[in-house]
């Protein structure tokens, strides 16, 4: 399924009148891949993001989407491809209600209004968001905002979803529900996060962005255990792949039942 590939080939970027911010990233993310993006902040984690669905158009280099290549003329292809849920909710509910606000999309692509209301209440339930259907997005918590972005997204069943920062604001059981969701969706996924747990959780590939550049490629567990690449990069060995203080295993590598909480004492 060639169509939910993306291709990322040195691409450089600045803002106009900035630094530069890209500088020459290159990646291939195949047919349902689940690859993490994560570094310091300013590293250009969303100015990536914004590559790969053409909000952005490189100075240098290009974005393959499938096998189209991401330029103004194709920006609607590539949208109906790519789902994006933003770092910032606000950035992407404008509607009077939740419920219109996922709705926006699929109607936006011709389906019909009852296929559409059966497939907003689908998306809001699984995002635990249905109670919210008639509330005026803008007065929603954080939180419930995140939700219903997220929900606004599946409507659409893109073909590769970009999440940017998906747990920011929500709370336990409301991560768990996303992470639980986000394991479902079995087409390809980029996932920005500091959220290192949550990039544990569901990608087991990661790229490390440090100064615009990718510092590394390749396995989750292999990269986020390197603490001289995570110190280079701004960040820490998550605590679940640092070592127990008594046993020296990381709690990942250490069989069940042992006690996590002698990495603490
Ligand atoms: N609209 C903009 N105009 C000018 N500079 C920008 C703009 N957006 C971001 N930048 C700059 O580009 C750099 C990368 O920003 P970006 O938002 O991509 O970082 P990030 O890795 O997503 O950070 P964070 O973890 O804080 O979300 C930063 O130095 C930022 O100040
Ligand atoms: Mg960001």
């Not at 900035?18 to 195949?30: C, D, K, P, T």
């Not at 692509?109 to 209440?121: K, L, Y």
């Not at 409507?155 to 996303?178: A, F």
Request: glycine share 10%; with cysteine.
């Amino acid at each position: 399924m060639s169509h939910h590939r993306l291709a990322v080939q040195n691409v450089h970027f600045a803002y106009p009148g900035g630094e530069q911010v890209l500088s020459g990233l290159s990646f291939e993310i195949g047919h349902g891949d689940s690859v993490g993006v994560v570094g310091a902040n300013g590293a250009g984690k969303t100015t990536l993001l914004k590559h790969l669905n053409g909000i952005l158009l490189p100075n240098q280099g290009h974005v393959t989407v499938g096998d189209v290549r991401v330029t103004e003329g194709s920006l609607a292809h590539v949208r109906q491809t790519v789902g994006t849920v933003f770092q910032d909710p606000d950035d992407q509910l404008f509607m009077p209600s939740v419920f219109e606000d996922v709705a926006f999309g699929p109607l936006n692509f011709g389906m019909d209004a009852q296929d559409c209301a059966s497939r907003v209440q689908s998306c809001l339930e699984q995002v635990g968001a249905w109670h919210l259907k008639d509330r005026a997005p803008h007065q929603l918590s954080g939180g419930e905002k995140r939700r219903v972005a997220i929900a606004a997204v599946l409507s659409m069943s893109p073909g590769i979803l970009l999440l940017d920062e998906p747990s920011t604001g929500l709370d336990p059981k409301g991560r768990r529900q996303i992470i639980d969701l986000l394991k479902g969706f079995s087409h390809s996924k980029v996932i920005v996060s500091h959220d290192l747990e949550l990039v544990r959780d569901l990608c087991p590939r990661t790229i490390v962005l440090c100064e615009g550049k990718v510092a590394a490629d390749g396995k989750t567990d292999a990269l986020l255990m390197d603490a001289a690449l995570m110190d280079r990069a701004g960040l820490e060995v998550p605590a679940s792949l640092r070592p127990c203080l008594s046993c020296g295993k990381t709690n990942a590598l250490q069989p069940a039942g042992h006690d996590p909480q002698a990495m603490l004492r």
